[in-house]
């Protein structure tokens, strides 16, 4: 289960050989001697205002797709052939992202209108490397939509370097809502790691979307939305929906009641699948199942009017040092003894107390007052609970208990905290990756002061190349 690792020269071997360094950072040294100041500067400035356009988002995309561009106004679609086979999800609404971009004239407009009679675009052209109608027409908003999707599509997130990375390999990987590989990434690189035994020809897979505790529903609603297809991995068509989750009417507290997973192409099949409990087997009647359905929807309008109401000395919501309102975890358990029917770890209620965990997590009075905990033992008690053993998740929950109780100065509960976290970590990211390593060191030397905590996270990252990378970045955008 160990992970493993790639350069870019390495695309195409076997997928159990995942990028270390992405595509993107391969590339764009290629043009890098050929930009000067002041186009850099002038693509900076374009890159902030295109950040603001739906379909760009942020301004790493921005960036990325600016570099691109560069490279196919160059004469070189050849370069970015590998991006030819990446998915291309939302096509359409990338190519109004490129439209509202040229109308507007947020890039220069020679990005858009590529040399096509360069050696290597018509090396390009004669290889059909891309299809022909892309050198026609509005061929270089065409080349350029496809590229923003693919990157809008495909990319991972590089939190230490603040950016994002496009890494061939990991992009062919299938989704599973379960799967059976987890995706760790620090500073430029992406390695995978199986979380469970793999059977002979069974496909390896990562969660596109990271919707670990998501309903069913929302669940495929938020992957079409995202990259336009219908999952029908095994949790979503044929297991019951663990995010939802009720006490059972036959044996109480004992049992677990799920929802069965969504209804096929055929209406009757959902009639052939009552919700069940998990202990006793019990079939819920339509009445039963309808009650179980009022009390959801009742402690979902409980919940939201908390979430709704202002800060107005109530008593419902609380704001912390960063003016975030969240509903505090005594509200959600009020609101969980009002529907008795709806266990603690349903969904409803796990998002309620994540989102007060990270919030106080960052307020320091929140941490040393306890609120920062609560929150978070709730968090890990709904995780374990619901999620699979092994699940990237726990370790990021354990951290933040952990630096928490250094806030708090809880030294020996907040070394607990990160032994936990370290044992996790050896699972889903592999034992001698920089991340667990870091978290090992933290373990045996925990912090004893929130300044030294964070100067010991900062020279962690600056030490396996956060910072380089980041400047890097800097240097070709």
């Known amino acids: 289960m160990a992970a493993l690792g790639c350069t870019p020269e390495d695309i195409g071997k076997s997928l159990l050989e995942v990028c270390k360094g992405c595509a993107l950072r391969y590339l764009f040294p290629r043009i890098r001697q050929s930009l000067q100041l002041q186009i850099r500067g002038a693509l900076d400035e374009a890159c902030d205002d295109a950040a ?27 370069v970015l052939a590998p991006l030819r086979h990446l998915t291309c999800a ?5 190519e109004a992202a490129v439209a509202a971009a040229r109308a507007n004239r947020v890039f220069p407009p020679t990005l858009f209108s590529g040399n096509a009679q360069s050696p290597a675009m018509a090396a390009a052209r004669a290889n059909r490397l891309f299809p022909p109608r892309l050198f026609s027409g509005n ?13 809008n599509t495909n990319s991972h997130e590089l939190a230490e370097v603040e950016g994002s990375g496009l890494f061939l390999l990991a992009c062919t ?9 987890s995706f760790t990434t620090h500073a430029d690189a992406l390695w995978l790691t199986c979380v469970r035994d793999v059977r002979a020809g069974e496909h390896l897979s990562i969660d596109y979307g990271n919707n670990f505790y998501m309903p069913t529903a929302s669940r495929q609603e938020d992957l079409w939305a995202t990259y336009e ?18 006490r059972c009417p036959a044996c109480g507290d004992a049992g677990r009641v799920h929802p069965p997973p969504p209804p096929s192409r055929d209406a009757a099949a959902q009639q052939r699948s009552p919700w069940q409990c998990a202990a006793c087997a019990h079939a819920c009647s339509p009445a039963e199942t309808a009650t179980l359905e009022r009390a959801e929807a009742e402690l979902q309008a409980a919940l939201g009017a908390a979430m709704a109401a202002q800060s107005d000395g109530i008593g419902i ?72 053993r092994r699940h990237h998740e726990r370790v990021v929950y354990w951290d933040m208990l952990a630096q928490t109780r250094v806030v708090a100065g809880n030294i020996e509960g907040a070394k607990r905290a990160y032994e936990t976290a370290y044992e996790e970590s050896k699972w889903v990211s592999g034992a001698d990756t920089p ?24 020279r962690s990252q600056q030490s396996h190349g956060g910072g380089g990378a980041e400047e890097e970045m800097d240097d070709t955008g």
């Open 173 to 181: 990987m299938e989704h599973d809502c379960a799967p059976n590989c």
């Open 317 to 388: 919501e609380e704001e912390t040092e960063d003016g975030d309102v969240v509903v505090p975890v005594e509200v959600v358990e009020a609101a969980l003894a009002r529907a008795p029917l709806v266990r603690p770890h349903h969904s409803l209620a796990f998002w309620c107390y994540e989102g007060a965990a990270r919030a106080f997590a960052g307020d320091a009075d929140a941490c040393r007052g306890g609120a920062a905990e609560a929150a978070l033992l709730r968090v890990l008690a709904c995780v374990d609970a619901v999620l699979p």
């Open 229 to 246: 297809f219908h999952c029908e991995c095994q949790a979503c068509t044929a297991l019951p929906d663990i995010a939802r989750c009720f």
């Open 52 to 78: 603001d356009i739906p379909g760009f988002t942020t301004l790493d995309r921005a960036r990325c797709f600016a570099r691109c561009l560069l490279l196919l106004r160059g004469g070189g679609a050849a």
């Open 435 to 458: 991340p667990t390593l870091a978290i090992l060191d933290l373990a045996r030397n925990t912090p004893t002061s929130a300044q030294e905590m964070a100067q010991r996270y900062a």
């Open 139 to 151: 061929a270089q908003s065409l080349a350029a939509a496809r590229v923003l999707a693919a990157l």
């Open 90 to 94: 939302n096509l359409r609404r990338c």
